[in-house]
């Protein structure tokens, strides 16, 4: 068994919108995944907004594989900050549940960091669901620590598990 990562080609992008598709079924339904997937998920329609990154010459869109069939992806972003610096946004990382925890994610990881490297980047940055401790951990064993926590409180009644400060 071969595992490995390479940058997307236009072959690829039918796979990639179909394994988009299913990470992003899957972290809705997280701690944090409705609100993740109206703000930092990718916009439907998918297909055109994988297509974007694809084509964004800031962008990489890569793709693992295991004996050359693309069982994940990943994205990540070349982000200009306040001070003309750069950090890595990787906003996207899945990996079929059934091809998991044999070094594609690894691989993919490796790949989005070197390319963050050619370009400068002074950091690479992700989001990680609260509660989800496998990608905590799977972004700590790269150096990724949490660096800023967002915190989100809902204003719907219905939402609300608990009393506000307000109402007590």
């Known amino acids: 068994m071969e595992v490995g990562a390479r940058a997307v080609v236009p072959t690829d992008l039918e796979v990639v919108v179909a394994l988009c598709e299913f990470g992003s079924d899957e972290l809705r339904d997280h701690r944090g995944g409705a609100i993740w997937s109206r703000w930092e ?10 297509r974007a990154t694809a084509d964004d010459p800031r962008s990489q869109l890569i793709v693992g594989t295991i004996d050359e069939t693309v069982i994940g ?20 990382l899945y990996v079929l549940p059934e091809a998991r925890g044999v070094g ?11 390319w963050c490297r050619s370009r400068g980047c002074i950091g690479i940055d992700s989001i990680a669901l609260p509660g989800d401790r496998a990608t905590k951990n799977f972004f700590e ?5 949490a660096r800023a926590l967002r915190v989100h409180r809902s204003l719907r009644v219905s939402d609300r598990s608990r009393p506000g400060p307000s109402s007590r």
């Open 41 to 50: 998920g990718r916009q439907d329609p998918i297909d055109a907004s994988i």
């Open 104 to 114: 594609v994610g690894e691989a993919m990881m490796e790949q989005a960091i070197s």
């Open 73 to 92: 992806y990943a994205a990540v972003d070349d982000v200009t900050l306040h001070d003309d610096s750069h950090v890595g946004n990787l906003t996207d």
């Open 141 to 145: 064993s790269f150096g990724l620590v």
